[in-house]
């Protein structure tokens, strides 16, 4: 029976036999019998390799951060990850330098910030009063490649991409679906994400993709 730490882009956590490309964390948030038990313990949600040099782990140890795994960087993004700072130390720069250029003085912050400032502002964008993901309207032309969307069915998520809209599953893009020039859009990418997106973060998405585009 598959384990329950599988993320959507609506930041839910799904038990499913399909992996990712991806691994990240919420801190703790299983008990002993590998259960689901909150929705995160920190506010620093990360993304990483899903392997890293020689390192080993056992997934879902007691006491120890629980892994959660993601299609692909842009799902991650929409569920509310950031790069590792460790595994990931080339893309954790880029993309801190490219959230400060592109959110920092909206948000009052120096270009030195430290990560623990910016983490605690996206923590505010993650989630509304009641817990839930927290999302925003917005112009589907105006936003940047990566971002992840819902229309009139907001059981669905879609990727924005190169002027496409691809629905997303958890093993994959399934299809194209048209859209209207204009339309406006439900937004589950986190605001500051797609401020950054625009400033240049291109987030990686699946190799599923290019199998409909052929």
Known sequence: MPLQNRISPFSTIIATPERGTWTGNRGVIHNAHKEIVRNHAVKYW????????????????????TELFFLDEATAFAAGHRPCGFCRNSDFKH?????????????????????DAIDA?????????NGFQKTFKANLTTLPD????????SSKAYLWFQQNLYEWSFSGYTKVLEFVQNQEVEVLTPLSYVETF?????????SSIGDILR
């Open 198 to 206: 625009k400033a240049g973060y291109l987030p990686q998405v699946h």
């Open 121 to 129: 502002l996206i923590h505010q964008e993650r989630l509304n009063e």
């Open 146 to 153: 990566g971002t992840f969307v819902t229309i009139d069915d």
């Open 46 to 65: 990360i993304t990483c390799e899903l392997k890293y040099k020689n390192f080993q782990r056992k997934v879902m140890t007691p006491n120890r951060w």
């Open 95 to 115: 993309f801190k330098s490219l959230w400060l250029l592109a959110n920092g003085e909206r948000y009052g912050l120096a270009k030195d910030a430290k990560i």
